[in-house]
């Protein structure tokens, strides 16, 4: 079965630019001028390089640190209007898949571009399950690890490991062989989180249990004793096969980018998938739901807000959880998994920590610091409860993202694999440096 994305046809907004449209430059230092064309109201920046002072000039950079500004790709695979509040993948909207799908056919859209039929979907999930089991080798080397190791960076090494252990993922020029990583590192995400997770309590390792859906498997590796059978609470699978929904796909993130500069140099999807872990890593991406918990117990109680608040408007604090380079309105992910955080409380009992939570939106929704600057909640300012809620220690919760975000980097990586236009990421720099220094013997320094 191929796993290609369908090739992208996304309409061109028409507002966006039609054929012709230009932008007039006029450089101040030379007089001369220039029509950039426009195109899906962006310019490309190497359309720059032909204003110059003479003919020694390099030419004109464009210059966006944090790319800003600065589109890096064609992408059909997500859509996201930061002002609007508007999440879709391949055009459908987050809110209609999370209630009506599940993370699996969520998967095969994002990869394939296109809902499956009935039978695509029972062959795409039978060949997931087909992969939940890792090499045994990789629990040997998930316990080299030390006692107290966080999973997060667990799993970053033993997704890298997994491309030793598939030494021919390197073909990535071969379709098939694109299909079967893609089947691979989907499947076996959970099972080296699970494996992860039990290391660091000090349990057996549990194998993956074929006859349980996604997120029910993940919960049977996680939580299994001595049952003989592991059943998980339908309510909480469905709320995780949810979050993993949510956290799918983001277009163009810190992770995603991250996959795909590292896949441009044509290296195999584990290794670019484990640049991507180590991306969310950090907590301003996915490490952001951990530090929202230890956030909120630090606070305590609701009586401590106002003083926390007062904290992070005079720049002494962050309030986790909130803002967004995109968002400027409310994160549409946000509101689904507070549903979410109900169907599991209802299971779990409610998390203390939820009335904090809430009171402290309430109350920075309403100040001007968070109004002006358009700072919301976003995904991970309920999220973590969640995991808590499951029992699961806070060092998990980039793990848990991780999982669900793996199908996005995986289609984002054969969408960059495929387009003739991606070549070895590389940007240029603005040299701040010295110049043309004789080499000083040491002996003659101050
Ligand atoms: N608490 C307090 N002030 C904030 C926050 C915050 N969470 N986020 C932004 N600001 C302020 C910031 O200080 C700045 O103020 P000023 O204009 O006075 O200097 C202004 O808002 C603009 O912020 P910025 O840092 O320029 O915005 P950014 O786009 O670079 O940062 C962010 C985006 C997500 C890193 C940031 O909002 C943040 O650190 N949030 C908390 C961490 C977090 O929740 N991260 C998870 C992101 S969602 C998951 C994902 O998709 O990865």
Same mark, same amino acid.
């Given at each position: ?10 309409? #061109? ?9 230009? =932008? ?42 944090? /790319?800003?500004?600065?589109?890096? $790709? ?16 391949? &055009? ?40 939940? /089991? ?7 080397? !998930? ?31 071969? @379709? ?17 989180? +699970? ?8 349990? @057996? ?10 997120? &029910? ?19 909480? +699978? ?5 979050? /993993? ?8 993130? $810190? ?7 590292? &896949? ?27 530090? #929202? ?47 979410? $955080? ?11 920590? =939820?009335?904090?939570?809430?009171? =402290?939106?309430?109350?920075?929704? &309403?100040?001007?610091?968070? #109004? ?25 919760? @980039? ?10 980097? !995986? ?28 080499? #000083? ?6």
């Amino acid at each position: 079965m191929s796993t290609e994305p369908e090739t992208a046809s996304t309409p #061109v907004a028409e507002a966006n630019g039609t054929a012709g449209d230009t =932008l007039s430059i006029t450089d101040s230092r030379t007089g001369a001028s220039y029509e950039i064309p426009i195109r899906d109201g962006a310019v490309r920046s190497l359309d720059l390089r032909q204003i110059k002072v003479d003919d020694d000039d390099f030419g004109l950079l464009a210059y966006d640190p944090a /790319f800003m500004n600065t589109a890096s $790709c064609r992408s059909a695979v997500t859509y996201l209007d930061g002002d609007l509040g508007v999440l879709e993948y391949r &055009g459908y909207p987050i809110e209609q898949l999370a209630e009506h799908s599940s993370y699996l056919e969520v998967a095969f859209l994002l990869v394939h571009g296109e809902l499956p039929r009935t039978d695509e979907l029972d062959a795409w999930v039978y060949d997931i399950k087909m992969h939940t /089991f890792v090499h045994e080798n990789l629990k040997s080397f !998930i316990q080299g690890f030390r006692h107290d190791a966080h999973p997060m960076g667990m799993l970053l090494g033993a997704v890298g490991a997994l491309s030793t252990f598939y030494p021919d993922a390197n073909q990535i020029h071969d @379709p098939d062989n694109r299909a079967i990583q893609t089947i691979r590192l989907i499947a076996k995400m959970p099972t080296l989180a +699970a494996f992860s997770y039990r290391h660091n309590m000090g349990q @057996p390792y549990v194998y993956p249990d074929n006859d349980l859906e996604y997120a &029910g498997n993940l919960l049977g590796m996680l939580y299994k004793m001595t049952e003989l059978k592991y059943q998980p609470d339908p309510r909480i +699978a469905k709320a995780l096969d949810v979050l /993993f929904i949510l956290h799918a796909d983001h277009e163009q993130n $810190c992770s995603t980018t991250a996959v795909r500069a590292i &896949g441009s140099s044509q290296v195999d999807p584990y290794s670019a998938v484990a640049g991507g872990i180590a991306a969310l890593y950090g907590p301003s991406h996915g490490g952001a739901n951990e530090e #929202v918990v230890r956030m909120l117990m630090r606070i305590g109680s609701n009586e401590n807000i106002p003083d926390f608040i007062d904290g992070v408007k005079a720049g002494r604090e962050r309030l986790m959880g909130f803002g967004h380079r995109v968002y400027k309105n409310y994160d549409p992910r946000a509101r689904i998994i507070k549903k979410a $955080c109900d169907d599991v409380f209802e299971v779990t009992g409610i998390n203390p920590l =939820l009335a904090i939570a809430t009171e =402290l939106e309430k109350i920075a929704l &309403g100040d001007d610091y968070f #109004v002006s600057r358009r700072l919301y909640p976003n995904v991970d300012f309920y999220s973590g409860l969640i995991y808590q809620a499951l029992g699961l220690p806070m060092a998990m919760f @980039p793990v848990m993202f991780a999982i669900g975000r793996t199908s996005g980097w !995986i289609a984002q990586w054969l969408e960059m694999v495929q387009d003739p236009e991606q070549k070895i990421a590389r940007p240029r720099q603005i040299y701040t440096g010295e110049r043309g220094r004789d080499y #000083v013997p040491i002996s003659q320094r101050d």
